[in-house]
């Protein structure tokens, strides 16, 4: 119910758009590092000092202007010259609905293909970010394209899908990551029921570290977290072979730990302006992140 209600809210355009004026307000600065790219560097530079990666989401998604789409592609061109510039250890999140995919898919392509390219100079891996059932089938499609000339590109699966099996045995080749998953989901092609999904999820770990090149283990569950640590070391499966990903702002004490444990460990950094629809998916996943709010608002 609770769920519904802030993925509702996360849809709703003249919020989004409110929000985007009334600037970081509501908490979101607790989960959002930074508005700007200087912002966002600054936060990449600490959480490097503590021997964590990151992943960075220059936030925005579905995209409907084609001018706004490449005005996204090139803040995310941007990105990649900061990276590079500042020699931080971080790689690229992209949304394809963020530069086009709603809009027509050749041009999602191109400009995706743009940015692969330009990352690929610098050796920087970009991360296709999985959204809702509807642009699954096309975002893998233009993976598979953009994957026969570059291979500094790979995807997420999302553990809730029916179908998520079948596409880790197809994406197997490529460095993945493993989610729960983040949208509402029909009961025609999603688990529903959290059970159902956390055991798939299992699964689809278990089946990648074993069987392909490199996993992501997202999540910021600790159960999961522990049966991998337990899971790897019964397989003999190195470091090197994985990493775990949380989110920027969640759970930052267990971050810090398992990178001081050996763990390779990655920080999903959001930043922008357009951080709206991202924090109503958090509130969403868990009603307890209103504490974060209410942490941000009464901390000021
Ligand atoms: P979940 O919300 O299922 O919680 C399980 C348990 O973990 C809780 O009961 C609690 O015990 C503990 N826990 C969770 N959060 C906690 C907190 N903040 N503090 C204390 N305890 C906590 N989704 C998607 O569809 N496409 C994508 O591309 C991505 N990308 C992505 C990247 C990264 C780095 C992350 C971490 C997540 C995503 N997601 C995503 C989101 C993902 O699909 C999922 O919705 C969230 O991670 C929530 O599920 P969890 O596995 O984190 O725990």
Same mark, same amino acid.
Do not use: C
């Given at each position: 119910m609770t769920k519904d209600l802030f993925i509702n809210l996360s849809k709703n355009k003249v919020l989004n758009s409110g929000a985007q004026r009334w600037g970081m307000q509501l908490g979101a600065k607790s989960v959002v590092a930074g508005t700007n790219i200087e912002e966002m560097i600054e936060s990449v530079k600490e959480i490097n000092a503590q021997g964590i990666s990151c992943t960075i989401d220059n936030l925005g998604e579905f995209v &409907?202007?084609?001018?706004?789409? $490449? /005005?996204?592609?090139?803040?995310? *061109?941007?990105? =990649?010259?900061?990276?590079?510039? %500042? /020699?931080?250890?971080?790689? *690229?999140? !992209?949304k394809p609905t963020q530069i086009g995919l709603d809009i027509d898919y050749d041009f999602c392509l191109d400009n995706l293909t743009e940015i692969v390219a330009a990352a690929d100079r610098y050796g920087i891996f =970009? %991360? =296709?970010? +999985?959204?809702n059932h509807s642009h699954l089938q096309p975002s893998f499609d233009i993976i598979d394209?953009?994957?026969?000339?570059?291979? %500094? !590109?790979?995807? =997420? #699966?999302?553990?809730? @899908?029916f179908r998520a099996e079948e596409d880790i045995q197809k994406y197997n080749d490529y460095r993945l990551r493993i989610v729960k998953g983040a949208y509402k989901e029909s009961e025609e092609v999603a688990? /529903?029921?959290?059970?159902?999904?956390?055991? %798939?999820? !299992? $699964?689809? !770990?278990?089946?990648?570290?074993?069987?392909?090149?490199?996993?992501? #283990?997202?999540?910021?569950?600790?159960h999961v977290i522990n049966h991998v640590k337990q899971f790897v070391k019964e397989n003999n499966i190195p470091n090197n072979k @994985?990493?775990?990903? +949380? *989110? &920027?702002?969640? $759970?930052?004490? *267990?971050q810090q730990g398992l990178a001081r444990e050996g763990?390779?460990?990655c920080t999903y950094i959001p930043f922008g302006t357009d951080w709206y629809g991202y924090f109503m998916r958090r509130l969403a996943e868990r009603p307890q992140n209103i504490n974060l709010v209410a942490k941000q608002v009464f901390n000021k």
């Open positions: &409907y202007e084609k001018e706004e789409a $490449r /005005q996204a592609k090139e803040q995310i *061109l941007a990105v =990649v010259e900061a990276i590079n510039s %500042n /020699q931080v250890d971080a790689h *690229l999140s !992209i =970009v %991360n =296709v970010d +999985m959204e394209e953009i994957s026969k000339t570059y291979t %500094n !590109i790979g995807t =997420v #699966i999302q553990a809730y @899908f688990f /529903q029921d959290k059970k159902d999904i956390d055991q %798939n999820y !299992i $699964r689809l !770990i278990e089946y990648h570290l074993l069987h392909g090149k490199f996993t992501s #283990i997202a999540t910021h569950d600790h @994985f990493e775990f990903q +949380m *989110l &920027y702002g969640f $759970r930052k004490e *267990l763990y390779n460990f």
